[in-house]
């Protein structure tokens, strides 16, 4: 089963040399097309990391038990 992040995973380097060729092709030089590239590489990158962050589930039961920690008021 294919997930979110193995997308990610794979259109990492589909961007960068994707959109480089494209850019390329349409004229531009390749000194700008890397870096246009690299930006929406790093774009995916960082909705990956902080948009639709890994974090694990916890139950919300098990993140209310404090250990019967009272804090005093």
């Given at each position: 089963m294919t997930g979110y992040?193995?997308?990610?995973?794979g259109l990492i380097p589909l961007?960068?040399?994707?959109?480089t060729t494209l850019l390329t092709v349409f004229g531009f030089a390749l000194t700008t097309a890397i870096p246009v590239a690299s930006v929406v590489a790093v774009g995916l990158i960082g909705h990956a990391m902080?948009?639709?962050?890994?974090?694990d589930s916890t139950p919300r039961s098990a993140a209310a038990d404090d250990g019967g920690f009272q804090a005093a008021d």
């Open positions: 992040y193995d997308l990610v995973l961007a960068l040399g994707g959109i902080f948009v639709n962050g890994p974090v």
